[in-house]
C-alpha cells in the first residue's frame, strides 16, 4: 500500500522547490548517508540503492531507516523513494559507513512499480518528503469525515 501510494503521490511532491544546504556531491549506488532528519527521526539514515538516468537527468533510487512515521511507534523504513540529486544537495550531511544496517533490503520490485505507473521523481528534501509521507498515511488511516483540510 505504501508503496502505490509514494508511487502515485510522488508527482505532486516534485513540484516543489528545493534551497540548496550542501554543495553537490559524487553520489553513487551503495552509498549511506546521514541527512537532515526530521527532530523524531534522529540517528536515521539514506542508501542510495540505484541511480538511474530518466530524461537525461538522475534518478536516485534510495531507501530512508529509522524514520518515525505517525502510524507506528517503532521506527520504520522507507523501501523506495526516487529523488533528485537536488533533494541529496539539500539533505544529505555526511557519507557514513552503515552498510550493515539496510540488509536484505530488496528495492527492485519497487522500482519496476515506479516504472510502471510512470512515478515522479521527488525534488523536495528528504526531510519534507518524510513529512508528506506521514500526511499520506494519517490520511489513508482516518476515515473520510475525519480528514481535516490542510
Known amino acids: 500500500m505504501l508503496r502505490i501510494l509514494l508511487a502515485a503521490s510522488s508527482l505532486a511532491l516534485a513540484a516543489a522547490p528545493v534551497s540548496a544546504q550542501a554543495a553537490p556531491q559524487d553520489y ?4 549511506v548517508w546521514q541527512y537532515a532528519t526530521r527532530a523524531q527521526d534522529t540517528g536515521s539514515l539514506v542508501k542510495i540503492q540505484k541511480i538511474e538516468i530518466e530524461d537525461g537527468r538522475p534518478v536516485y533510487h534510495v531507501s530512508v531507516i529509522g524514520v518515525h512515521l505517525a502510524n507506528s511507534q ?6 523506495h523513494l526516487p529523488v533528485s540529486a537536488e533533494t541529496l544537495d539539500a539533505s544529505v550531511t555526511h ?17 519496476a512499480e515506479w516504472h510502471q505507473v510512470n512515478g515522479g521523481v521527488l525534488s523536495v528534501t528528504l526531510a519534507k518528503a518524510l513529512n508528506d509521507v506521514d500526511v499520506m498515511l494519517t490520511r489513508v488511516d482516518t476515515k473520510p469525515d475525519q480528514v481535516v483540510a490542510s
Request: aromatic content about 4%; glycine content about 8%.
Open 28 to 31: 553513487a549506488e551503495g552509498q
Open 74 to 79: 517503532n521506527a520504520s523504513t522507507l523501501p
Open 95 to 111: 557519507k557514513v559507513r552503515a552498510q550493515g544496517a539496510f540488509a536484505n533490503l530488496a528495492v527492485e520490485a519497487d522500482i
